[in-house]
């Protein structure tokens, strides 16, 4: 019997080409596709959990309470340390501290020219990170390894940068900033799974301690480690979280604040080591991290494409169905029964199936390296073939099957003998209105994700046409790296000026895009308007090169003669301070008394997730990290030799090391560019899936009204006619499907939308465009199979059947 049935399946894959090419087809983009965005989805819902600890990490974080809440991942460099003193339920605390301004590193191989690099990924780390982080060691002893002074221990990609395949134990690596000499004590491989932690080098906290002062080093306030804590196996989050409080008034009242005034301005939440990638937005990220939304719209994807291609698997099969009328009328005159029916369609159902599963990994074979670069991931051919993931897909692909199978085989184990051995084929059946409905599902889903491609689309060109209120073309940052460099900085400032191409150059000590730092501005004599702000440090030029306008009072000048240092505000900032006549008003920061010179018309600064925060400048280019180059013409790649070469004469051994301002700015979208590209991607697959199936369901409609299309046309029916008349039906359903999706989409859309500061109004003529993309490729669909069938000799026609 099973042997009977896997010959039947065989013969109608072969008899039925077409019907079997579509079907297959659809159902290997479907499972290829969702395949995709599972492994894409389970990558990100995995970060962190290689940890042998993962369950009992916690990276303890900061709220700062006030007119506007600041959450910091970063926290004061003792807050870890004191917290495990006094929370029995701490077994083990691990602190990172990210080296400021980026390392340049250097090696000269015996024999050989130096190597010197930029390493912006990298961190002073305790010793107790190897075993908090299971540190993967290859080489050295991960006992000692970040014990010692002046130890440093690399990734293998650095290891293999600096020395190629030399053992890196022991060899000396020269800091270029700070002059000192590092000793390579261990190599490590990269993690085997997606974590947050990224860094290429670590270098041992011991280090750190003994060059930095001590005050800075035991700062209640100042948010510059990432601190760790490991709780004991008996303990529980909350057992930690009800002793905060007690804590933090313990921990800040040292700072001479009363235990109201903590309660009332200060939280110190602890954050699940697994939560940080998916729902971690807070000031001083070690990183950019994703969003929980993401997952979410990327797992709706996937369902949506396996269900659209479900669809078409079931609208294939049951048009198909009619074809094998008599088959199933002989079958049930010879005693076959219902049950026998139902497991034999059933089985050329998994059959199928199975032969799309496997066409299906061949596509996902070819795609995983356009989708890595589309999506910026790194899934591999090999992810898939774990054990979860293999019974994953078996009981995906059985579930498709039995989904996309049953309805057909219960469908066709019901129809009556003698009408199947008479094979009429009627319109009218019951399951003509399933097929319907199923279309409409199709189309809905393709419009939904046509209109969200749009709305994607939009935002992201808003993102790139709005005016932030500064210039950024032509705009080139050159670093500023290390003592010598900042020491010559004004003989280098004066270089670049000498070249006609550049017109100006102005000192800045933070781009635009970059987090900027924040602390407290106090006007004079006002104490309870002190406000928490954002800082810049620049020259007189800044404003200039970046074409940043004035609303109220100067520009810094060259030399300032007041004793006060000059501040200008923008006009956020202004009134966070409430401040009606600004400038020419007193400011206190940091112990140090300024003057207000000018109030900045608001620019941003920062990405349009959020509106415009208030700003300081300060005049102070000593405190500058960047020189901005204004460049006029097109002969940027000679200016920027110039500048190198200018560089190198003035600086000898500085790395030349430059960004263009309007690529940094574009980057700060880099998450949403990426996942509107896949979603557009998907959106296409999506279509043309569900086209797959009404180009099927259209060839089987012309062929079951091939006689009634003869009569027409002896009757004078015209090509145009007969076209309309076998493409109308199809494109109601299109039609309705846009129209019941619209509201959906529309409330989805906004939703989204609302994640931003500054979102686009999704306009009428949205909704248009996607009706009339979606009709325009359904009506290409259709009219291939309509035109062939009004064209054809109404001799023929009347033949048929």
Not at 162 to 190: A, C, W
Not at 380 to 403: A, C, D, E, H, Y
Not at 583 to 603: H, N, R, W, Y
Request: hydrophobic share 45%; charged share 20%; glycine share 6%.
């Amino acid at each position: 019997m099973l042997s009977n049935y896997f010959t039947i399946a065989r013969r109608n894959v072969v008899r039925y080409k077409l019907n079997s090419t579509l079907t297959i087809t659809g159902l290997a983009l479907g499972l290829a596709c969702g395949l995709l965005m599972i492994l894409h989805v389970r990558e990100e819902l995995s970060y962190d959990k290689g940890f042998s600890k993962a369950d009992r990490i916690f990276r303890v974080t900061s709220d700062n309470i006030g007119e506007k809440t600041r959450q910091w991942a970063a926290t004061s460099p003792i807050l870890g340390v004191e917290m495990q003193k006094e929370i029995p339920a701490i077994q083990t605390v691990a602190r990172f501290h990210r080296p400021y301004p980026d390392r340049v590193f250097s090696y000269v191989p015996s024999g050989g020219a130096i190597k010197q690099f930029e390493e912006k990924s990298g961190y002073f780390a305790d010793s107790t990170v190897v075993d908090v982080f299971d540190l993967p060691f290859v080489k050295g002893d991960p006992r000692t390894a970040l014990k010692q002074i002046d130890a440093i221990v690399l990734t293998e990609a650095m290891a293999t940068k600096y020395f190629g395949n030399e053992d890196p134990i022991g060899k000396r690596i020269q800091d270029d900033l700070d002059k000192r000499t590092l000793t390579v004590t261990g190599v490590i491989r990269s993690f085997s799974f997606p974590t947050h932690l990224q860094f290429d080098y670590l270098i041992s906290m011991a280090t750190y301690y003994r060059y930095t002062d001590k005050k800075d080093l035991e700062n209640r306030s100042w948010s510059g480690f990432y601190n760790y804590i490991v709780l004991n196996n008996s303990a529980s989050r909350s057992d930690v979280e009800a002793r905060i409080p007690e804590f933090m008034v313990k921990f800040y009242e040292a700072k001479g604040e009363t235990r109201k005034e903590i309660l009332a301005s200060r939280r110190t939440p602890i954050q699940p080591i697994t939560d940080i990638h998916l729902h971690s937005r807070l000031e001083k990220e070690m990183g950019p991290n994703s969003d929980i939304t993401y997952v979410y719209v990327f797992s709706i994807a996937a369902l949506f494409i396996l269900l659209i291609a479900s669809v078409n698997f079931i609208n294939m099969a049951t048009a198909q169905a009619f074809n094998r009328m008599k088959e199933v009328g002989v079958r049930k005159v010879l005693g076959a029964r219902k049950e026998q029916l139902v497991r034999q369609f059933l089985g050329e159902s998994f059959i199928l199936t199975l032969i799309a599963a496997s066409v299906a990994f061949l596509l996902f074979r070819l795609a995983i390296p356009f989708y890595n670069e589309l999506a910026a991931k790194n899934l591999r051919f090999g992810q898939p073939f774990t054990l979860s993931n293999v019974v994953l897909m078996v009981l995906l692909t059985v579930l498709i099957s039995l989904i996309a199978g049953f309805y057909p085989a219960w469908f066709i184990s019901n129809f009556d003998p003698v009408t199947s051995l008479k094979g009429k084929k009627s319109q009218a059946s019951s399951v003509t209105l399933v097929r319907k409905g199923l279309i409409v599902f199709q189309f809905s889903v393709s419009v939904f994700m046509i209109f969200s491609t749009i709305v994607v689309y939009r935002q992201m060109k808003f993102f790139q046409t709005k005016e932030l209120g500064f210039d950024q073309d032509q705009v080139v940052a050159v670093k500023l790296y290390g003592k010598e460099m900042w020491d010559k900085a004004n003989a280098i400032q004066q270089e670049f000026q000498k070249n006609s191409a550049i017109t100006n150059v102005a000192r800045i000590s933070t781009l635009p895009g970059d987090r900027f730092s924040t602390d407290m501005l106090t006007p004079v004599g006002r104490p309870d308007d002190a406000s928490q702000l954002r800082f810049m440090w620049a020259d007189e030029n800044t404003l200039p090169v970046l074409q940043i306008g004035l609303k109220a009072g100067r520009n810094f000048v060259r030399k300032e003669e007041n004793a006060h240092f000059p501040v200008i505000l923008n006009e956020a900032a202004a009134k966070a301070l409430k401040l009606d006549s600004p400038v020419g008003q007193k400011v206190v920061s940091l112990g140090d008394t300024g003057e207000i010179v000018g109030i900045a018309k608001d620019f941003h600064f920062a990405s349009l997730h959020s509106t415009v925060e208030p700003l300081v400048i300060v005049q102070h280019p000593g405190q500058a990290n960047y020189f901005l180059l204004k460049i006029k013409g097109s002969k940027l790649a000679e200016t920027l030799q110039f500048a190198q070469s200018s560089l190198a004469r003035l600086s000898p051994g500085s790395l030349f090391i430059y960004t263009f301002l309007d690529e940094k700015m574009a980057r700060l979208y880099d998450s949403e560019q990426r996942v509107g590209n896949v979603l557009n991607v998907f959106a296409v697959f999506a279509m043309f899936i569900s086209c797959l199936g009404l180009f099927g369901l259209s060839a089987y409609a012309a062929q079951v009204r091939t006689k009634e299309v003869g009569i027409r046309k002896v009757l004078g029916a015209t090509v145009s006619g007969i076209i309309v008349l076998l493409s109308r039906d199809f494109l109601r359903l299109v039609l309705l499907a846009t129209v019941l999706t619209s509201p959906l989409a529309w409330w989805a859309m906004t939703k989204w939308l609302q994640s931003f500061a500054y979102p686009i109004a999704i306009e009428w003529w949205m909704f248009v465009l996607t009706a009339l993309l979606t009709v325009s490729v359904a009506v290409l669909t259709i009219s291939f199979q309509s035109i062939r069938a009004a064209v054809m000799n109404p001799v023929k026609s009347l033949r048929s059947e």
